[in-house]
């Protein structure tokens, strides 16, 4: 009898809804989501019609050969990196020096993510990011790795088509975000770098993984957002092949339950990003959130209600995917940590064990149909490269639930075998460590070579 068969049991005599049914996902519905997201590629390509948005990065996969010393911004998640990176060429990087600073103060001081900050501040603050990590009076080319849908014009032009993951930052939507950084470098007086190239996160790691193996032809984030890139052979209008960003946290041809649509009705953009919201490190904690605070209510967990208790589980700030992370590394017996964190967090106390057990279960459901949803859009973009899967493919992958979270990397990998069934083999899944920073490098170094 497997895990949830044992807690099933006793969840039902609570009366509890089926969690189970609410978030599986079977081998056909995964199948089918793959063919649903082919389709939409297909839509987006060709009549740029539908939720993907399907945007040219203007870069092909690199040579390996690449070389020089570049300075690379990370941008896109809780805190911005900057990198100054060498390529050696014959697929090796080294970083030479990085900082990182979180673009929220946790004392509440600023916060260049919301709405009471301007587009130019924040590009400000990236420029004071630069001038630390290596003074004034230098001369280097830069790469900005900018991780949210832009409409590119050029390998340096990229206009911001709306944001997502809740940020808000005013006067930036609409506008050339490589002419902010450059006007903010300007003001600080850094009139040696220059901002010559622009990428996805996604698109810097599928450069970084295609450095040192041309194989590589995925590219995808797993982390605070979700998205893929691909290279596509045949871009319309391009003679060239190019990277395409597909924007895929957008997707929307999914089944989805009430908890998500409350998620969704009360995020920054309902309707949008509806992948995203069922598989992220920005959304896993608060549809937890939900799961919980419904089941609280009901009387099925953690009883005898405290007002303690449902002011946690009413506040979002109080659950984040850290707290999956949390719960799914924890054991039997005593499920320890995770105890501790209620106790500490909520209040609650003395929870039983088929409690502590049913919460790792709830969670994992979560965690298991993320996984499973980002390998049906794997398995609907191998449909579009290669549909017979007569040659192999690295689908490289960033972020930290891919990197971090207990259980996420093996069952992404065994949905996308599931799905794949036969030919799965000649499918990888590759972690690439800062693949989005050094992709900046990469861009940069790309964007300057001689033509
Ligand atoms: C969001 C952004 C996308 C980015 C992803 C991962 O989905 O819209 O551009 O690639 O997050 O950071």
Same mark, same amino acid.
């Not at 009898?1 to 006793?10: C, F």
């Not at 960003?245 to 920054?268: C, Q, T, V, W």
């Given at each position: 009898?497997?895990?949830?068969?044992?807690?099933?049991?006793?969840f039902l005599d609570l009366g509890l809804p089926d969690l189970h049914s609410c978030f599986n996902l079977t081998v056909p519905q995964m199948q089918h989501i793959a063919k649903k997201f082919h389709q939409s590629m297909l839509h987006g390509l060709t009549e740029q019609k539908g939720s993907l948005k399907m945007l040219p990065s203007f870069f092909n996969i690199p040579t390996g050969e690449e070389s020089g010393v570049f300075l690379s911004i990370d941008f896109g998640g809780t805190n911005v990196r900057v990198s100054l990176v060498q390529l050696l060429g014959q697929g090796k990087i080294r970083v030479l020096k990085k900082i990182s600073a979180f673009l929220r103060d946790p004392g509440g001081s600023y916060d260049y993510t919301a709405a009471t900050a301007t587009g130019r501040e924040l590009f400000?603050?990236?420029?004071?990011?630069i001038a630390e990590l290596i003074g004034v009076g230098e001369t280097i080319p830069l790469g900005l790795t900018f991780s949210f849908p832009t409409k590119m014009q050029a390998l340096n032009k990229a206009v911001l088509i709306g944001w997502t993951k809740e940020f808000n930052t005013r006067a930036t939507v609409g506008?050339?975000?490589?002419?902010?950084?450059?006007?903010?470098? /300007?003001?600080?007086? +850094?009139?040696?770098?220059?901002?010559?190239? &622009?990428?996805n996160d996604t698109v810097g790691t599928l450069m970084t993984a295609a450095y040192s193996n041309p194989r590589a032809d995925i590219g995808s984030i797993c982390g605070t957002g979700h998205n893929t890139c691909y290279l596509e052979q045949q871009p319309p209008q391009q003679s060239n092949p190019m990277?395409?960003?597909?924007?895929?946290?957008?997707?929307?041809?999914?089944?989805?339950?009430?908890?998500?649509?409350?998620?969704?009705?009360?995020?920054?953009?309902?309707g949008e990003q509806v992948l995203e919201k069922m598989v992220s490190g920005r959304y896993l904690g608060a549809l937890m959130r939900l799961v919980l605070l419904d089941l609280v209510r009901k009387g099925c967990l953690f009883q005898g209600v405290s007002r303690e208790m449902?002011?946690?589980?009413? /506040?979002?700030?109080? +659950?984040?995917?850290?707290?999956?992370?949390? &719960?799914?590394g924890d054991n039997p017996p005593g499920f320890g940590k995770t105890a501790a964190w209620l106790k500490n967090a909520a209040g609650i106390q003395d929870l039983s064990r088929s409690e502590l057990q049913a919460l790792k279960i709830i969670v994992s459901l979560l965690t298991t149909r993320a996984a499973r949803l980002v390998a049906a859009t794997y398995a609907g973009v191998l449909r579009h490269l290669d549909?017979?899967?007569?040659?192999?493919?690295?689908i490289a992958i960033d972020g930290s639930l891919y990197e971090k979270m207990p259980g996420f990397a093996s069952c992404l990998e065994k949905g996308l075998d599931e799905i794949l069934q036969n030919s799965s083999g000649q499918v990888q899944l590759n972690l690439v460590k800062d693949g989005s920073g050094a992709g900046a490098a990469i861009a940069a170094a790309v964007a300057v070579a001689p033509r």
């Open positions: 009898m497997s895990e949830w068969e044992t807690v099933k049991g006793h400000g603050f990236l420029a004071e990011q506008k050339d975000v490589n002419l902010l950084l450059l006007d903010a470098l /300007q003001k600080r007086g +850094l009139h040696g770098i220059k901002p010559v190239a &622009v990428i990277i395409i960003n597909i924007e895929s946290g957008n997707f929307n041809r999914l089944p989805a339950n009430e908890y998500d649509r409350y998620l969704d009705l009360h995020s920054e953009k309902p449902m002011d946690f589980f009413s /506040q979002a700030k109080n +659950l984040d995917a850290e707290h999956i992370s949390l &719960v799914l549909p017979l899967l007569k040659r192999p493919h690295i």
